[in-house]
Each structure stands twice: as C-alpha cells, then as structure tokens.
C-alpha cells in the first residue's frame, strides 16, 4: 500500500471513529429537538399502533390531524375502534363513542408522549442515546435513536424525521427486551388542508360523561368501589381496568403536580414487588379497605404518598 493511500485510509478511519465517539451527543441533540419543536408541527397521516395484550399484540388504525396545537384522530372502518373521534385542545379532550352516542370530556393528554421523551433529555446521565441511519419511513428520510439504559439494555427506539421534529416511528421494550408497543406512520403530509370545524364533536343527542363519571360507572360494572382520589392538586386523568399478575385490576391515573400518579385497587392481596420496579423514583404505598387491596405509586415520596392515600374516598354519585 502506498504511502498516501495508507494516510487516506487512516484519517478516514479517523473520521469514523469520531463520528462513533459523537453518535451519543448527535442522538440526544435529535432527541431535544424533537422535545422543543414537536408542539409546532402541522401535519396529517395515517399510523399504526401496536401493543402487547397478555400474550397477543393488538392493532389499530389511526388518522391524526394536527394544526395549531390541536389535534383530532378518526378510526377508519375495519378497526375494532371505528367510528370513534378524539378531538383535543388545550384545554380539554373529547372522545366520542358511537356504541354508546356518549361523549367523554378528559384532561388534554397531548404532551403525554412528549412528556416521556423530555424525561430521557432532562434525566440524560442514566441513559445511552445512539443514533443510525433509519431508512424510510412514510417516504420520508429518518434517524434512528436507541435509547437505552446504563447497563445497555435497549429501552425505545426512535425514527426521527430529517426535516421536521416529530417521531415518525417509535418502538418499546420491556426489561427483558421484548416488544410492548409501537407506532409508525405509513402516510404523512406536513402540508395538511384543515376541514371547517375539524377540532369539534357536534352530536345532537349524545350524552357527555367527565371522567369522574366514567371511572365510578366502571367500578361498579367490574365490582370494585367507586373511590377517587379528593385533592385539589390531583387531576384524574382516565380511569381503565387491566390484567395484572392474572389479576383483574382497577387502574385510575391522575396527574399531579406534573407528575403522574396511579392508584391500583384488586379484590384481594396484592402483590406489590413487580410494582416498585416500574421506575427507578418510583415509589409505592399500599393498604388495605374493606376487604380490598389498594396501591398508590408515583415518583413521590413515601410521606407524601401516604398522606395522598388518607384522601382516597368512595365517590358519592351526583344522580
């Protein structure tokens, strides 16, 4: 090999070195700009959502429309959610259910997936951030980051737009690197024609519910007790049952101080050694109340949650 050749060869092994050693920095930098500019973004498309029920992965078909801050989300024939709308504005969030021709008033959760990413910024030194070509997604241009913790277990990944700050792809795993969940979309148009009163649920006849509502009506369908957690500073934010450890389980989540809290109810014992390993801040605090289990976890300290839990009361109906 000739001199010069073997100088050439050096320096661009010098190069890619480099551009290795600075893929962490290139990766988090990605990230923080989709934290900051993400809200700005006009857009239209249609993605896919999956996650993991139990053993199986479930699929749904969304078509989003962003303008100014508000966003609305039709589900397409064929979907097992079709016919539901989602409008959300600043200041609320309406669902409308066509089953039930009800419409569910919520807390706005739009910077919900934001919130989570701008965890991984503000929180940097426990994770690793690495960043890839990520191909096409959407006919656009992406970088891929990878996300994962200290030890290199790989938490999330990341396709983000060359142009535009948003996630167009987004995959997670849990400890034990399998797939939970994801979401990709297949079309996208940052150029989006806004029809006349797209962020407005009009339906004559329809009955709206707050969530207050919903979670007391859903408590007693499933046989629980219709509690909720009395502070002013706690905000329910959607109330669900879920399967957890082969139990069934009532699950309220409420924000609080801009953090999220959860409040778990079962009917008997439950186990809460799984629970303390969903975060590294987390903490629980359980008890017991007519013969139910109860468990109040959130990144808050134990003093706090236990005061929080005095406030947990049956909610009286208003009918």
């Given at each position: 090999?000739?001199?010069?050749?073997?100088?050439?060869?050096?320096?661009?092994?010098?190069?890619?070195?480099?551009?290795?050693?600075?893929?962490?920095?290139?990766?988090?930098?990605?990230?923080?700009?989709?934290?900051?500019?993400?809200?700005?973004?006009?857009?239209?498309?249609?993605?896919?959502?999956?996650?993991?029920?139990?053993p199986d992965m479930k699929a749904h078909t969304e078509l989003v429309l962003r303008?100014?801050?508000?966003?609305?989300?039709?589900?397409?024939?064929?979907?097992?959610?079709?016919?539901?709308?989602?409008?959300?504005?600043?200041?609320?969030?309406?669902?409308?259910?066509?089953?039930?021709?009800?419409?569910?008033?919520?807390?706005?959760?739009?910077?919900?997936?934001?919130?989570?990413?701008?965890?991984?910024?503000?929180?940097?030194?426990?994770?690793?951030?690495?960043?890839?070509?990520?191909?096409?997604?959407?006919?656009?241009?992406?970088?891929?980051?990878?996300?994962?913790?200290?030890?290199?277990?790989?938490?999330?990944?990341?396709?983000?737009?060359?142009?535009?700050?948003?996630?167009?792809?987004?995959?997670?795993?849990?400890?034990?690197?399998?797939?939970?969940?994801?979401?990709?979309?297949?079309?996208?148009?940052?150029?989006?024609?806004?029809?006349?009163?797209?962020?407005?649920?009009?339906?004559?006849?329809?009955?709206?519910?707050?969530?207050?509502?919903?979670?007391?009506?859903?408590?007693?369908?499933?046989?629980?007790?219709?509690?909720?957690?009395?502070?002013?500073?706690?905000?329910?934010?959607?109330?669900?049952?879920?399967?957890?450890?082969?139990?069934?389980?009532?699950?309220?989540?409420?924000?609080?101080?801009?953090?999220?809290?959860?409040?778990?109810?079962?009917?008997?014992?439950?186990?809460?050694?799984?629970?303390?390993?969903?975060?590294?801040?987390?903490?629980?605090?359980?008890?017991?109340?007519?013969?139910?289990?109860?468990?109040?976890?959130?990144?808050?300290?134990?003093?706090?949650?236990?005061?929080?839990?005095?406030?947990?009361?049956?909610?009286?109906?208003?009918?």
């Amino acid at each position: 090999m000739s001199r010069t050749v073997a100088t050439i060869a050096a320096l661009a092994g010098l190069g890619a070195l480099a551009l290795a050693q600075d893929a962490p920095g290139r990766a988090f930098e990605l990230l923080k700009r989709v934290v900051d500019g993400s809200s700005s973004v006009d857009y239209s498309g249609k993605r896919v959502i999956e996650f993991k029920v139990g053993p199986d992965m479930k699929a749904h078909t969304e078509l989003v429309l962003r303008s100014q801050g508000r966003t609305r989300i039709d589900f397409p024939q064929g979907s097992s959610l079709s016919g539901q709308v989602i409008v959300e504005v600043p200041d609320r969030r309406e669902h409308y259910f066509p089953d039930s021709n009800e419409i569910r008033i919520l807390p706005p959760r739009r910077q919900d997936a934001v919130d989570r990413l701008r965890f991984f910024v503000e929180e940097k030194s426990r994770f690793k951030f690495d960043v890839a070509n990520g191909g096409r997604v959407a006919g656009r241009n992406t970088q891929m980051i990878t996300v994962s913790d200290s030890k290199g277990n790989k938490l999330q990944q990341l396709w983000i737009d060359d142009q535009k700050p948003l996630v167009l792809k987004r995959t997670m795993f849990d400890p034990v690197g399998t797939l939970v969940g994801q979401f990709e979309f297949v079309t996208i148009d940052f150029e989006p024609r806004i029809p006349r009163d797209a962020f407005r649920i009009r339906r004559r006849g329809a009955t709206y519910v707050t969530v207050e509502q919903h979670a007391e009506r859903l408590a007693k369908e499933k046989g629980f007790a219709p509690v909720l957690l009395k502070d002013s500073q706690a905000k329910l934010e959607f109330a669900e049952m879920r399967q957890f450890m082969g139990k069934d389980v009532f699950v309220q989540v409420y924000e609080f101080d801009g953090k999220r809290l959860t409040l778990f109810q079962v009917e008997r014992d439950l186990d809460t050694s799984r629970l303390g390993r969903m975060g590294r801040n987390v903490k629980v605090h359980t008890w017991t109340s007519s013969g139910r289990s109860f468990a109040l976890l959130g990144e808050l300290s134990k003093a706090k949650l236990e005061e929080l839990a005095k406030k947990v009361s049956e909610r009286r109906s208003e009918s």
